[in-house]
């Protein structure tokens, strides 16, 4: 997809300056407004072989308010455009666990934040999606990015399914090669 040259969200229009990245529901933008920079999430319905979505701003809305309220650290949600499917996030600067996963930089204070992270979603009766592009870190606290989550489902846990991308794996690696980040 083409970077747009900007985005209007409420009317209030953000300059695109580069694709942070695609997910299963939308494209996240890096946006800039008055010198400040934003992560813009634009909602896209394009088909996804292994994920059925029902009104993906409603589910959006509704995981972020019930992550926030279990005490997930998540970039704030600034801003809904409910027209233009678009949300408006705090961007969360560095580099993703993912990047630190491709070459094994992944520290024990990491691993010791997804774990509890995990008990705790296991506990609610929800997963999220464990990929390590969709967390970050800021002051020594690992952020969950996206805001998806799903009923709990074994196979589909960290210690089952996500765990498997968070260090250079047969996994991981095959994924990198797959979208040219190896």
């Keep these: 997809m083409d970077t747009p040259g900007q985005l209007i969200l409420n009317g209030t229009e953000y300059a695109i300056l580069r694709l942070l990245g695609r997910g299963k529901g939308g494209y996240t933008w890096l946006a800039q407004r008055g010198g400040a920079q934003y992560a813009l999430k634009q909602l896209h319905h394009e088909p996804c072989d292994y ?8 589910a959006e809305l509704r995981d972020y ?3 926030a309220a ?3 650290p998540l ?17 969360l600067p560095g580099e993703t666990i993912y990047r630190l996963a ?13 774990r509890a992270l995990s008990h705790l979603l296991r506990e ?28 709990y489902m074994d196979e589909w846990s960290f210690e089952r399914w996500g765990v498997r991308y968070w260090s250079p794996t047969p996994e ?10 190896l």
């Design 124 to 151: 609610a009766g929800l997963n999220i999606d464990w990929f390590p592009t969709n967390f970050m870190c800021r002051d020594g606290l690992l952020y969950y990015v996206d805001y998806e989550c799903n009923p």
């Design 65 to 67: 308010q019930r992550l």
């Design 70 to 72: 279990l005490g997930v």
């Design 172 to 181: 991981l690696e095959g994924y990198a090669r797959e979208h040219g980040d």
């Design 75 to 91: 970039p704030k949600l600034l801003d809904v455009d409910r027209e233009e499917e678009l949300l408006l996030k705090e961007l």
């Design 102 to 114: 491709l070459r094994d930089g992944v520290e024990p204070w990491h691993w010791k934040q997804v």
């Design 51 to 58: 994920y059925q979505f029902g009104d993906k701003l409603a």
